[in-house]
Every structure is written in structure tokens, then in C-alpha cells.
């Protein structure tokens, strides 16, 4: 039933969405060149890797020239890339990798590679769910990027505090987790709910 709800989600969102897609697409081409989309290799359901599809908010081959995680402030920004995080319009075209199977509107956000690769036996029980744009993990922290950046090793800090709770929040979600809930908790990521209220 879930992924029934997120395959006519998908469809619908990307449908309604595709005038609004297309102009952010042009105008990251126009502001910034380069391409359009970042797909970056993340660690889905099961342990399998995925592409992920994001609008790039980075300058090109910015993996290569800094750090895996961003901070506030981090010059590797587009101006163009501010304005999509700021907004979250950056994950949009993860329609596409909810529509295809590999992601669903509510679970944990897929990790990189490397950190998947330091999970204990009990924290890899999350890749046992379905990975999604949005949990209440990524409401709790959605000012990442500014507790990163007050870090003298933004990434330490990154594994060994936020990321062995995002994986917690995300376990005890999963026990009691339904369509219903998966609604409110997209409601709370628009900001029409009160994350208590989830």
C-alpha cells in the first residue's frame, strides 16, 4: 500500500511539478553551465547502491575539491545552489528515484558509501528500510549545516553524534510507521505541521 501511495505520488508530483522542474533547470544552465543534475552514488534498501537524482547546487566536480559533507558558509556553493538548499528545491528530482522504486516520500535519507561502511551490526538494521526524500531525522536536523559548521571536524562530529541518532530516530519511526503517519511527516517537512504533532 505504501508504495502504491509513493508511486501515484511520484507521478502526480512530477507531473504537476515538470513547468516549475524545467525552469530551475534552465536556470542553473544559464546562471552556472555545467550540467543540470548531480546524481551521487548513495546506499539504498538491502545495501544497494543507487544514483541519486539532485539539481546541482555545487560548482562541478566540487566532491573532488572538498569535503563529503557541506557547512554552512561553503564556498563550493553556487549562488543559484544557495537559493535551492535554502529552499530544499535541490531534492525535487528525487521524484524520479521515488517513482522508480529506489526511494519512497518517507524514510531514511540514503548515506554515502562511506559512512554506510562504518554502521555496527545494530545500525545496519536502517538499511533494512526504504530509503526517502524526507523523516523525521532530516526535521530534527535541518539545520545541519550549521551545527557541522561550529566543528573543528565538522565530519567526526557528523559520525559519531548526528549520524548514530538520525539512524536511532529513524529506527523508532520504522516500529510505528503507516501511511497516515507518512503523511503528517510530509506535512511537517512542508511546514504545515508542528513535528510534535507527527
Given at each position: 500500500?505504501?508504495?502504491?501511495f509513493?508511486?501515484?505520488?511520484?507521478?502526480?508530483?512530477?507531473?504537476?511539478l515538470?513547468?516549475?522542474?524545467?525552469?530551475?533547470?534552465?536556470?542553473?544552465r544559464?546562471?552556472?553551465g555545467?550540467?543540470?543534475?548531480?546524481?551521487?552514488?548513495?546506499v539504498?534498501?538491502?545495501?544497494?547502491?543507487?544514483?541519486?537524482?539532485?539539481?546541482?547546487?555545487?560548482?562541478?566536480?566540487?566532491?573532488r575539491?572538498?569535503?563529503?559533507?557541506?557547512?554552512?558558509?561553503d564556498?563550493?556553493?553556487?549562488?543559484?545552489?544557495a537559493?535551492?538548499?535554502?529552499?530544499?528545491l535541490?531534492e525535487?528530482?528525487?521524484?524520479?528515484?521515488?517513482?522508480?522504486g529506489?526511494?519512497?516520500?518517507?524514510?531514511?535519507?540514503?548515506?554515502?558509501?562511506r559512512?554506510v561502511?562504518l554502521?555496527?551490526?545494530?545500525?545496519?538494521?536502517?538499511l533494512?528500510?526504504?530509503?526517502?526524500?524526507?523523516?523525521?531525522?532530516?526535521?530534527?536536523?535541518?539545520?545541519?549545516?550549521?551545527?557541522?559548521?561550529g566543528?573543528?571536524?565538522?565530519?567526526?562530529?557528523?559520525?559519531?553524534?548526528?549520524?548514530?541518532?538520525?539512524?536511532?530516530?529513524?529506527?523508532?519511526?520504522?516500529?510505528?510507521?503507516g501511511?497516515?503517519?507518512?503523511?503528517?511527516?510530509?506535512?511537517?517537512?512542508?511546514?504545515?505541521?508542528?513535528?510534535?504533532?507527527?
Amino acid at each position: 500500500m505504501t508504495r502504491l501511495f509513493d508511486f501515484l505520488g511520484a507521478v502526480l508530483g512530477l507531473t504537476l511539478l515538470s513547468p516549475g522542474l524545467l525552469l530551475i533547470a534552465a536556470l542553473i544552465r544559464l546562471a552556472e553551465g555545467g550540467p543540470v543534475f548531480y546524481r551521487q552514488v548513495r546506499v539504498g534498501r538491502g545495501g544497494r547502491p543507487f544514483r541519486i537524482w539532485k539539481f546541482r547546487t555545487m560548482v562541478v566536480d566540487a566532491d573532488r575539491i572538498g569535503r563529503a559533507l557541506t557547512v554552512s558558509g561553503d564556498p563550493r556553493v553556487t549562488q543559484t545552489g544557495a537559493w535551492l538548499r535554502r529552499w530544499k528545491l535541490d531534492e525535487l528530482p528525487q521524484l524520479i528515484n521515488v517513482l522508480t522504486g529506489e526511494m519512497g516520500f518517507v524514510g531514511p535519507r540514503p548515506e554515502l558509501p562511506r559512512y554506510v561502511a562504518l554502521y555496527t551490526e545494530s545500525q545496519r538494521r536502517v538499511l533494512d528500510l526504504r530509503p526517502g526524500i524526507t523523516d523525521l531525522a532530516s526535521i530534527a536536523y535541518r539545520h545541519e549545516s550549521d551545527l557541522l559548521e561550529g566543528h573543528d571536524d565538522p565530519e567526526a562530529y557528523y559520525t559519531g553524534t548526528i549520524l548514530p541518532d538520525k539512524i536511532r530516530i529513524n529506527l523508532d519511526y520504522a516500529a510505528r510507521a503507516g501511511i497516515w503517519r507518512n503523511v503528517k511527516v510530509i506535512l511537517a517537512t512542508l511546514g504545515l505541521l508542528a513535528p510534535g504533532r507527527v
